[in-house]
């Protein structure tokens, strides 16, 4: 799996947007980038995947850049809830394991 | 949908005992699940994964004599630490891979805290 770089920590002023970014320059034609999220002592939650194209689900938005080497997760208005860390992840379907990196811990401020 | 739940979610146990973690996903059946553990403010470690109907797939590291998988239906995998001693203490999570467009997306469960005394 590709590797991924987010950065530790961001800020993110309630009922504003979050825009988290994610690196993956070394990115294969045949892997998706997704987004979980784990809120503190909870199992990771699913938010969105892509290919190549911009995705956009009840949760979030997934913008992909066109060379497909990095992606931004964005939440479009945050709420205290959303206080959690992020994960970006980069794999290939086919039932591939998933390998978590550091993630961004999103820390949304009343 | 895509719901993966874990029983118990929380056990402590004497040092020396058996514990059985079981997964289930409720809504889906998943021909693949994997293990997961997370120590305190660490990130997930894979473990296993496990496939149903054949022999787990252990990651490096990972005593497969210690952590007995069994994915013995399309909805259930279950994850026995046997002689659990203080340090397999840890935060032990699993998921579920469902079937999408193009790819397959994969579903955690709650997690299980596991205390060894």
């Known amino acids: 799996d590709a590797k991924t770089t987010q950065p530790p920590s961001m800020d993110c002023a309630e009922g504003r947007a979050a825009n988290l970014p994610c690196n993956h320059s070394?990115?294969?034609?045949?892997?998706?980038v997704y987004w979980y999220r784990q809120i503190h002592s909870q199992g990771p939650q699913y938010i969105i995947h892509?290919?190549?194209n911009n995705e956009t689900n009840e949760m979030a938005s997934l913008i992909i850049t066109e060379d497909r080497k990095s992606s931004t997760l964005i939440l479009p208005h945050a709420t205290l809830r959303d206080t959690a860390v992020y994960y970006c992840?980069?794999?290939?379907?086919?039932?591939?394991?998933?390998?978590f990196g550091t993630g961004t811990k999103l820390q949304v401020i009343p | 949908g895509a719901v993966v739940s874990q029983h118990p979610s929380r056990v402590i146990c004497k040092s020396g005992t058996s514990v059985k973690i079981e997964c289930r996903s409720l809504?889906?059946?998943?021909?693949?699940m994997f293990w997961y553990r997370q120590f305190p403010k660490q990130s997930l470690m894979l473990m296993a994964t496990?496939?149903?109907?054949?022999?787990?797939?252990?990651e490096q590291g990972v005593e497969k004599d210690k952590f007995l998988i069994n994915h013995a239906s399309l909805t259930l995998s279950t994850l026995t630490v046997t002689s659990a001693h203080p340090e397999d203490s840890s935060f032990y999570i699993c998921?579920?891979?469902?079937?999408?467009?193009?790819?397959?997306?994969?579903?955690f469960g709650p997690g299980t805290r596991l205390t060894v005394l």
């Open positions: 892509g290919l190549k």
């Open positions: 496990s496939n149903e109907g054949s022999k787990a797939t252990y």
């Open positions: 809504d889906f059946q998943a021909t693949t």
């Open positions: 998921s579920a891979s469902r079937q999408a467009v193009g790819t397959d997306t994969q579903y």
């Open positions: 992840i980069v794999r290939a379907g086919g039932y591939q394991k998933v390998t």
């Open positions: 070394t990115i294969s034609g045949n892997e998706y």
